[in-house]
Structure formats: structure tokens, C-alpha cells
């Protein structure tokens, strides 16, 4: 028989996908592609539990079966941590010390949005369970914990994460195409960019034939003209996109007015031989730095956005249709 908190637990995720979907289908914060998913990496998991031997068991099994584990005693531990990095998913107990368990999810989805959560949860905590996945969490797992579930479900979830990322690349390309008789197509162009993947700002910079150019996300922070002629200019004679990170380039990050940003990636707009711009996104230094697959993410997008544009140069030398 079903139990409590597996009928409440199914009930919860479909709300909480629902609200999720919504979301995304007007808001810029859509969910990165994951290192692991696509690559040879093992995928970082941050467990949080109180007990010590539950740490240490899952820190062994959970690593013998393919994944990195980092430990946190207390939801406030695991939030300096995800400040300080970046994990793929976590699996943290409803009953965590010093916070509330729905608390913590909020706070670490607050700082990483797109990192996947598995509460744990005991029969007897299935109204705070439901709790966190109202908060965003992405399942919940029954304990004492069943090693072998827990890996299966750690799996699912890096497998939509992935499916997320794909999804945000192929909608912003296709809204892209859509959007080339427009005549605020660049402006609509950086927009689109932002939302491939999480991003503070993001800016596009044009070389056209009537001068330079610069267009800014309407949903993230303006950033000085200066600051994103200087990371573009990280792009000469680049034919691939170019991650920063502030702690390997902490002045490069850094506006003249002294604001810091703990991430970019600047990403070349080619045409053949010809290099005519490019397209940069940023993050604060309050969240993780960006992954080599929201790198490639950022790249396929600007490989569409300079066909896109030349496809609008075409149209707009056309001129409209005779009717």
C-alpha cells in the first residue's frame, strides 16, 4: 500500500512542474545544461544530513556509484557551500539543524537555481516534505534512505536537467528565427540570450557598418559600455566562446565604477572569416561560476545569432513583399 508520503509527494512535483513551466514560459531563469549529464564528469552531489553515520555511509556508496560527495552537518554549512561552488544536485534531510527544511531549499535555489534537489524525509515529516517541494525541490526520498532508489532518482533528475538545457537552447533559436523582420530584432536577440541560460546580465556587441553597437538584456542589471567593450576585446581572433571565472581574472571582472562580477562567458558572432561582434553573459559574484556546457550552450546559441543576423540583413535589403 501506497504510503502518506508517496501520495503527497506526487501531488506536490506535479503542482510544483506546472508552476515550474509557467515560469520559464515568461521568465528568464531557465535551467543550464549540467557538466555531468553530457560529459565524462562525475556529477557533484551535496548531502546534508545531521548524523554523521548517514554522511559517511552515502559519502561511500553514493561514490562507488559514480558520483562526487561533499558533506554539510546543517542547511547553513550547505549554503556556504553552494556560494562557494558549484554542485549538480543535493540530497539534504527535511530535518536538518538550524533551519527549517523548506527554508534551505528556497535559500539554495535562491543561490543556484538550477541545482536539483532530493529532500529526505521520513513517513512522519510528509507535511515539511510537501513543504519543500512547494519551495522548489525536485523529489522526495523516503527515508531511511534506499541507496540504490536514491541513485536512480539522482539520475532522473540529471537527465531533465539536461533535457531542460537542450529545450532553452532549441526555443531561444527558434524564437530567434521568428523574430527577423523585427525592427528591434538585436534587442530581441540579447534577450533571447539570457534566457539560454541563468544569467545577471547579458549584452551584445555589434561592429556593424554604421559604427559600433551595444544591446542589453531588458531582464538583467545595465552594465557600463566600457566593461563589455573590454571582454569583447577577449574575443580577438577567437572562434570559440571564452569562460571567465573572478578567481582567475578578478580585475578583468571588475567594472571602473568597482563593481565585480564572479563570471562570464564572451562568446565570438563569426560569419565565415569575418568576425563582426559578440555576445557576453554574465553572473555576480553571489553564484557559481558558469560550466563548460552552459559555455557550449552559449556558443551553439551565438552560431544561430549570427545566421539570424545575417538572414535580418537580408530581409531588411529585400524590403517588405508586394502584396
Aim: charged letters at 25%; hydrophobic letters at 45%; proline letters at 5%.
Amino acid at each position: 500500500m501506497e504510503s502518506d508520503i508517496g501520495r503527497d509527494r506526487d501531488v506536490a512535483i506535479e503542482r510544483s512542474r506546472r508552476r515550474r513551466t509557467a515560469r520559464r514560459r515568461g521568465h528568464p531563469l531557465w535551467t543550464p545544461e549540467e557538466e555531468a549529464s553530457v560529459s565524462q564528469a562525475r556529477p557533484h552531489v551535496l548531502v546534508v544530513d545531521a548524523e554523521k553515520r548517514v554522511l559517511d555511509r552515502l559519502a561511500v556508496e553514493l561514490s562507488e556509484g559514480g558520483f562526487d560527495v561533499t558533506c554539510a552537518e546543517s542547511g547553513r554549512a550547505a549554503i556556504e557551500l553552494v556560494r562557494a561552488r558549484r554542485f549538480d544536485l543535493a540530497v539534504a534531510d527535511v530535518r536538518a539543524p538550524g533551519m527549517e527544511g523548506a527554508e534551505i531549499i528556497a535559500a539554495l535555489k535562491a543561490i543556484s537555481p538550477d541545482l536539483e534537489i532530493l529532500v529526505g524525509a521520513p513517513c512522519s515529516s510528509a507535511q515539511a516534505a510537501v513543504a519543500c517541494i512547494e519551495s522548489g525541490a525536485y523529489d522526495i526520498l523516503e527515508k531511511p534512505y534506499n541507496i540504490e532508489d536514491m541513485k536512480r532518482r539522482l539520475g532522473a533528475a540529471m537527465l531533465r536537467t539536461h533535457l531542460d538545457a537542450v529545450a532553452a537552447v532549441h526555443q531561444a533559436s527558434a524564437a530567434l528565427a521568428a523574430s527577423l523582420s523585427r525592427d528591434d530584432f538585436p534587442e530581441r536577440a540579447v534577450d533571447l540570450a539570457a534566457k539560454v541560460v541563468y544569467t545577471t546580465s547579458a549584452a551584445l556587441s555589434l561592429a556593424l557598418d554604421q559604427g559600433p553597437a551595444l544591446y542589453q538584456a531588458a531582464s538583467g542589471a545595465e552594465v557600463p559600455a566600457a566593461f563589455i567593450a573590454r571582454l569583447a576585446g577577449q574575443l580577438e581572433g577567437a572562434l570559440a566562446p571564452v569562460r571567465l571565472c573572478a578567481d582567475d581574472a578578478p580585475d578583468l571582472l571588475c567594472t571602473a565604477e568597482g563593481d565585480r562580477f564572479g563570471a562570464a562567458i564572451v562568446a565570438p558572432l563569426r560569419l565565415g572569416e569575418s568576425s563582426f561582434g559578440g555576445l557576453v553573459v554574465l553572473r555576480d559574484a553571489r553564484l557559481p561560476p558558469f560550466t563548460s556546457q552552459e559555455e557550449q550552450a552559449i556558443g551553439i546559441f551565438a552560431i544561430q545569432l549570427a545566421l539570424a543576423f545575417y538572414g535580418h540583413k537580408v530581409q531588411r535589403a529585400r524590403g517588405p513583399r508586394a502584396a
